[in-house]
């Protein structure tokens, strides 16, 4: 009987048989265990699925049990059963001597050790360990099975999670007998060995394997040429490991190579263009090693390429014609690479693919056509600087579409609306572009499936026609930096009940919102709002009721009287920016809002005091408004976080309170241009995050302390316009980043200021008084 509980798996099987009297019962407690010895039919949990089962089952024709001829077990598959606890040395599962086939992947054993039993099992010719949830030392007791064909090991890599590892015993000691190995994965193990120890191992041993996969092991470089023996590879897997070495040629010496990852490996200079021709090649993936050169060679026809990944690498030089001949391709993706020139008209050839990212290169030229690539899912293109026009002939043949990203290129022309009622596609982005023209209405979108449109940034005029909010789907919205005109009604936005995201700023629109009485309970929940240069008048009141809003811009408006104390408790609001509005006074407290990490209120009325602060805030800029109060002394308490605050051209008055100081991951501060008085605080020049210091045009006196900070980092420092006194401290010499210097209209007495000597990216001096 085989009983699993929640604590440890414990086998009985006296005759090593799947007769009628021994048969497995897999469930999750004990209480059940004891119902099944109670009764004579059971149900049983295996592989997800119920079952009913008697005495007189045979086991053998179970799902996961394989037997010989003679009912012995030699096949045993437990991998995804939620198994969890710890798996004992003493396990009767140990017992199972005729035990060819074994799997306990995907299980829960909580990172119990790593059990030294398996070299009972002198038959196994496959184990699969794979995530099982083992941690620990790999003990030296399974380099005794000496018959395995296939050992996988690996496991999942998080750094929080104690792994596998491979010291003593290490990887030589483990293999040295696997003679008849031909696939090993050990993706996750810690080995930790320089290029010339695992490269050895390997080939000393190894012969006849055909898989290897050592992903995420802490391996070393570099690649030893000893590996060359292992003429049977045909899948190579060393992807995040610090290899930090030059791709050798010798790999294109591999006549059976079919697979070849290399990802985030650390690999540098040249990467050899032999290999991108070994034949029988068909995955090669060299992502995320940003020293890795190259370019692209000659194919031959009839290519086995499948997939072809050099995303985030500097491979380089103009795409050849003959990557036409490539007919096997499925996965393109050069994601920021530095390729150039335009796209061969040949990649119409390649009527396999699925998946195609060449953005972020220097790309010119037209988009060529993909129409026969009838499975293509994902297009992404942006970030290049492609021309001409976009047809609806290019995209209509694209039944499956799912992505189609052309956005930040110089495409011109008007935009196809079949687009918008292609059947398939979710995502289209066409921001940061020349397209123009008018928008039509969008027919037969009925079935339309889009969540995602991005026309920010082109030159689109006219009205914003009314069938985008028959877009039902739509999730995200973005068609700001446009020229948009006539009246938009924001209440139209009802329709799109998804709709998360909304951007319409920088048009020449004049959104109106009509009040309801009370906010619609209708209206959509919306994270993000952008409504900046709209000539809205309102806050929409709609807006209280938006218990998910985080981001919320409503500046360059004409928003009047005052900012409502409802504004403060919507609970989730990250980023509030009410600038260049006329906004005269502020209900409530910005404390209130917790979560507020950006407020911009400047270039409006606000008058009084100044309001207490959000404490989680990172930006904060008051200026240009006529708030007139002293700041309070324990302002620096509120800005633990900040690293921009801006209180600028008000009527601020009093002295500046040292406990500013307090805000240690301050960049910028701005004071300037008030009426503050008394002396500059000591510490204040010696913060050494301070990037810009501004206290220009207020009434301060006394000299400027002698503090600056031996890692100062200012690159704009302006007292200009005050009643400063003295010398100029020597520290100053410690400032070497700066690039404004503006100490006129004080009353300062000293020379030339030698200190500045080593500021050589100094744009700006201003000295006189």
């Known amino acids: 009987m085989v009983v699993l509980d ?13 007769t009628c009297g021994v048969w497995p019962m897999f469930e999750r407690s004990e209480r059940l265990v004891a119902q099944i010895e109670q009764q004579p039919r059971i149900r049983f949990s295996f592989f997800h699925k119920t079952e009913t089962l008697n005495q007189s089952s045979d086991c053998c024709q179970w799902r996961g049990v394989n037997c010989s001829s003679e009912g012995r077990v030699t096949g045993l598959d437990l ?96 293999v040295q007998h696997f003679t008849e190995l031909i696939e090993l994965h050990l993706d996750g193990v810690n080995i930790s060995e320089q290029g010339s120890e695992w490269c050895g191992a390997l080939s000393s041993s190894l012969t006849n394997l055909r898989v290897l996969s050592l992903s995420n092991c802490n391996l070393l470089g570099p690649l030893n040429p000893s590996l060359l023996k292992l003429q049977s590879l045909s899948s190579i897997r060393l992807d995040n490991n610090d290899l930090s070495a030059v791709v050798p040629e010798f790999f294109a010496n591999f006549t059976n190579l079919t697979s070849l990852r290399l990802s985030s490996s650390g690999l540098f200079d040249t990467f050899p263009e032999k290999i991108f021709q070994v034949p029988t090649l068909e995955v090669l993936d060299l992502s995320n090693n940003a020293r890795l050169r190259g370019s692209l060679p000659d194919f031959p026809q009839d290519g086995n390429l499948r997939t072809l990944v050099l995303s985030r690498t500097n491979f380089s030089g103009k795409l050849p014609h003959s990557i036409g001949n490539l007919t096997m391709l499925s996965r393109i993706d050069f994601l920021s690479c530095n390729f150039s020139g335009s796209i061969p008209t040949t990649m119409a050839n390649l009527t396999r693919l699925l998946y195609l990212d060449m953005s972020s290169n220097n790309f010119t030229g037209p988009i060529p056509s993909f129409s026969k690539a009838k499975n293509l899912t994902q297009i992404n293109l942006s970030h290049n600087d492609l021309t001409g026009q976009i047809t609806s002939i290019q995209w209509q043949e694209l039944k499956n579409l799912v992505n189609l990203d052309l956005g930040y290129n110089s495409l011109n022309g008007s ?10 596609l979710r995502y289209l982005q ?13 027919p037969n979108i009925s079935s339309n499936v889009l969540e995602y449109l991005g026309l920010s940034s082109n030159n689109l005029e006219g009205a914003i026609p009314v069938s985008v909010f028959n877009l039902r789907g739509l999730k995200i919205l973005s068609l700001s930096s446009n020229n948009f005109n006539g009246s938009f009604k924001l209440n139209m936005i009802e329709q799109l009940r998804n709709l998360s995201s909304l951007d319409l700023s920088y048009n020449s629109l004049s959104i109106e919102y009509d009040r309801t009485g009370s906010p619609s309970p209708s209206f959509p929940n919306i994270t993000t709002l952008k409504l900046a240069s709209s000539k809205l008048k309102i806050f929409p009141d709609f807006l209280r009721t938006q218990s998910r809003l985080i981001v919320l811009d409503l500046s360059d408006n004409e928003i009047g009287a005052e900012i409502p104390y409802w504004i403060w408790k919507l609970p989730f609001l990250q980023q509030l920016n009410l600038s260049f509005n006329n906004l005269v006074t502020l209900e409530g407290s910005p404390r209130s809002a917790s979560g507020l990490t950006i407020l911009d209120i400047r270039s409006n009325r606000l008058q009084g005091q100044l309001p207490v602060l959000p404490s989680s805030a990172t930006y904060l800029d008051f200026s240009k408004n006529n708030f007139s109060s002293i700041i309070p002394s324990d302002i620096g308490d509120f800005l633990f976080y900040a690293y921009f605050f801006s209180l600028s051209s008000n009527k601020f008055k009093g002295s500046i309170p040292a406990s500013i100081c307090n805000a240690t991951y301050l960049r910028v501060l701005d004071l300037s241009n008030n009426s503050f008085s008394g002396m ?46 003295g010398k100029l401290p020597k520290s100053l010499e410690n400032c070497t980043r700066l690039e404004v210097f503006n100490i006129g209209n004080n009353h300062i ?3 030339f200021p030698c200190q500045l000597k080593n500021a050589s990216v100094l744009r700006v001096l201003v000295l006189h008084s």
């Open 6 to 18: 929640a604590h440890v798996i414990t086998i009985t099987s006296p005759q090593l048989l799947c």
């Open 79 to 174: 991998s995804s059963e939620s198994i969890s606890g710890g798996l004992h040395n003493s396990s009767s599962l140990f017992s199972f001597q005729y035990l060819q086939n074994l799997s306990l992947a995907y299980n829960k054993f909580n990172y119990s050790q790593f059990p030294s039993g398996f070299d009972k099992l002198t038959n196994l010719r496959h184990l699969n360990l794979s995530n099982a949830g083992f941690a620990g030392q790999i003990p030296i007791e399974l380099s005794r099975l000496r018959r395995l064909v296939i050992l996988d090991l690996s496991t999942l890599y998080f750094p929080e999670i104690p792994p596998l590892k491979l010291e003593n015993p290490n990887l030589e000691m483990l």
């Open 415 to 424: 935009i196809p609306v079949s687009l918008f009622s292609h059947l398939s």
């Open 430 to 442: 066409l921001s940061n572009n020349q397209f123009s023209g008018e928008l039509n209405q969008f």
């Open 680 to 725: 500059i605080p000591e510490c204040l020049v010696g913060i050494s995050t301070l990037g810009v210091l501004n206290l220009g045009r207020n009434n301060l006196n006394g000299s400027i302390s002698d503090t600056f900070p031996d890692d100062c980092g200012l690159q704009t420092l302006d007292f200009n316009g005050n009643q400063l006194l």
């Open 749 to 751: 007495e000293d020379i």
